[in-house]
């Protein structure tokens, strides 16, 4: 009988996930600055330098000198399709994790398109490696996110494929990543590991 691995959901913020990659997260980054002036485009903006980090780790000899972007149109599982908060609450919704993926030589950043910044969008689920570079299941942890939230994977990081919530049909992301794209190399650019039904589990908490 498979043991089942619960993953309670929490609020990403830049400490939680700093040891899985960085996220881009407006608002907690402005609240840092405290009282400081709007510097950038003439006094009508604030810029925050940095705030996530890309990674190119593959070999020089594999030419890879520039990310490029795709574009993800992602589409909530039925049974997501509502409304969900950090808030703790009587209705949890639990959702199957059947497969993890990483990238081994390159960081993966995911910007939402087109959600309210408030809302809950998405959530990932993130793990790190073992020793034998499988995923340690110890460090799973989930977060949900919000639609003015990016998160960069870092590379090497194991995660979920996306998973987007919410009432809406789909939610759009610009996604960059460096990638070789050599069909005879497909392990250079993603390793997949699957699991059984209702092995990882996924907790949220619905309106």
Not at 4 to 27: H, R
Not at 66 to 81: D, E, T, V, Y
Not at 184 to 207: C, G, H, I, Q
Request: glycine residues 6%.
């Amino acid at each position: 009988m498979v043991k089942t691995v619960l993953i309670p959901s929490q609020p990403l913020s830049l400490d939680q996930f700093k040891n899985y990659g960085s996220i881009i997260s407006p608002d907690e980054e402005v609240s840092k600055l405290g009282d400081q002036t709007k510097g950038a485009n003439q006094g009508t903006a604030i810029k925050v330098l940095k705030v996530s980090q890309n990674q190119n780790l593959f070999p020089d000899d594999c030419g890879i000198k520039a990310s490029h972007w795709n574009l993800f149109r992602s589409f909530p599982r039925p049974h997501l399709q509502r409304a969900f908060t950090e808030s703790p609450t009587n209705t949890i919704v639990e959702h199957s994790i059947s497969v993890l993926e990483k990238h081994p030589y390159s960081s993966q950043t995911f910007v939402p398109m087109g959600r309210a910044a408030k809302a809950i969008a998405y959530i990932v689920v993130v793990a790190l490696s073992n020793e034998q570079g499988e995923p340690d299941l110890s460090t799973l942890r989930s977060f949900t996110c919000k639609g003015t939230q990016a998160v960069t994977y870092g590379a090497g990081v194991w995660h979920a494929p996306m998973i987007v919530v919410g009432p809406e049909e789909y939610l759009d992301f610009s996604v960059a990543i460096y990638e070789l794209g050599d069909s005879t190399k497909p392990e250079m650019d993603l390793v997949e590991r699957f699991y059984s039904s209702n092995e990882l589990v996924v907790t949220l908490n619905a309106v």
